[in-house]
């Protein structure tokens, strides 16, 4: 098992460029998740899914969009960069219930100039 | 609401000491999972222990252990004899049964000094 796989691991972008980061578990889970992580901030949800065709917002979704076509793939889109989405970024999943461990992927560090 | 706080921001230890991270958390549900997880330097987040809110009982793993206390809605996270390997970042993380969000405290930064 591979588990959470997220690329690229590093990105720089210009203000304004778009780009799609990509998430990926083998475990069949079936809820995923964004984070974002800042200095003194913790992790704050971005979107979050419960299945696939299903995805709902988090606490930061403003400049993101995601889609959730199969089980295993839940990819993070920003539409166009801007310097405050300079963070690292990590997916999660777990199985379906609350009560169940999130196990987060490697986490993706972007710039925005 | 739902909260988790993470009072200490820093934490400095000299090695073979033993360090404990509080973490105290807020919610109106009765049923409920609490979390740690371990951010070494190198980034990934490492999941540490889950305990559910019904099961009060601290728990030792070598040379980690958990206190959970309700009437003060803490758990608490003691390294016993600190070593340098144990430097990291540390989140306490609350899932309650409504909703589907995790809630993240802001993390406790523990340098052990060799």
């Known amino acids: 098992n591979a588990g959470v796989t997220q690329t690229p691991k590093f990105q720089v972008l210009k203000t304004g460029q778009s780009m799609t980061l990509q998430c990926a578990q083998d475990?069949?889970?079936?809820?995923m998740s964004w984070y974002r992580q800042d200095p003194g901030m913790g992790l704050r949800l971005i979107h979050y899914?419960?299945?696939?065709?299903?995805?709902d917002q988090g606490e930061v979704p403003n400049g993101y969009n995601v889609s959730r076509s199969t089980t295993e793939d839940f990819p993070l889109r920003l539409l166009s960069a801007a310097p405050s989405q300079t963070s690292v970024y990590f997916c999660a999943s777990r199985r379906q219930e609350y009560t169940d461990t999130q196990y987060f992927g490697p986490g993706t560090r972007l710039t925005v100039l | 609401a739902q909260k988790v706080t993470q009072a200490q921001t820093e934490i400095s230890v000299v090695e073979k000491e033993d360090v404990t991270l509080d973490c105290v958390y807020e919610?109106?549900?009765?049923?409920?999972?609490l979390f740690w997880y371990k951010q070494p330097p190198s980034g990934e987040l490492v999941f540490l222990i889950r305990r559910n809110s019904f099961d009060e009982q601290n728990e030792i793993s070598g040379r980690y252990s958990w206190n959970f206390q309700k009437s003060t809605s803490s758990f608490n996270f003691t390294i016993t004899a600190s070593q340098v390997v144990d430097s990291a970042v540390y989140f306490c993380a609350l899932t309650p049964n409504t909703g589907n969000q995790f809630y993240f405290g802001t993390g406790t930064s523990l340098t052990v000094i060799p």
């Open positions: 475990m069949n889970h079936e809820y």
């Open positions: 919610t109106r549900d009765t049923t409920y999972y």
């Open positions: 899914s419960v299945g696939a065709g299903i995805t």
